[in-house]
């Protein structure tokens, strides 16, 4: 029996060149997406094997012994980075249950290019505007944001009101940029802002306070989810108050 690392991209094929009867799928991720793998093995023409991570599977014994087995990425989603074991025993207990749980998720996500961080920098709006920020995913991006934190800052003391929203601002501000440098920016969180007189929203979600030049954190319990027609926006709660958001978020498909 033999383990191997794995890393399956969301095209293509990952062979491990090892002989056995048995494979089991001993861990697996690709950052919390469908990490089930499509295995065939080696002379076998078409027979392929859907395998969650956990699972195992055995060619029968009137079958030749495979020489190789071929892995590939069953959903398409984000890269699979996990564990295999081949060979021609069986292992029947968890013995390697740890493994799953040693996998970095949010590594696998920026290595696929899934992870981003964008601000909104705004300058004080003038007098009697309210200033407005928004982090928003266009209806057709296919895309789901899940928001892991928010700082927010301001030069003046002011409470910031966040908001989920239905419709884009008017200023596009920029995009999110990908924690894997070299890799394309965000086509699903965009970053919009604009200078109102009156507040463009008004069911607030919840309020955090902005002491002055002070940075605040928002990291909650569990993250945020931005489905594709949907917006998070933010408004400093006095006029004429400049307001910097930093957005942290992943992106994963809207299935």
Known sequence: ????????????AFPVHAPG????????????????L???????????????PGQAYR??????????WTLANSAGGATIIGKVVI??????????????????????????GASFIGMNLTAAPGAGQFQHVQLWNPAGSGKRLVVEQIETVSSVGVGFTHYATTAAISTLNGYGVSKLF?????????????????LLWTAAEMLTNGPINTTSLFKPAEPFVIPPGYGWGIIA??????????WEWYEEPNT
């Open 38 to 52: 499509i295995v065939t093995p080696g002379g076998q023409g078409g027979s392929k094997i859907v395998l969650q």
């Open 182 to 198: 070299g890799a394309p920016a965000s086509a699903a969180g965009l970053l919009y802002k604009q200078n109102n007189a009156t």
């Open 237 to 246: 709660q006095a006029t004429n108050a400049d307001l910097t958001a930093t």
């Open 59 to 68: 060619v029968a014994e009137s079958k030749p012994t495979p020489d190789s």
């Open 87 to 112: 060979g021609d025993g069986r292992i029947d207990d968890n013995t390697f249950s740890g493994v799953v749980q040693t996998v970095d998720g949010g590594k696998v996500r920026t290595l696929a």
């Open 21 to 36: 009867r048995y494979i089991k799928y001993v861990a697996g991720s690709n950052g919390g997406g469908d990490a089930s």
């Open 1 to 12: 029996m033999q383990q191997f690392d794995i890393t399956v991209a969301n095209t293509g």
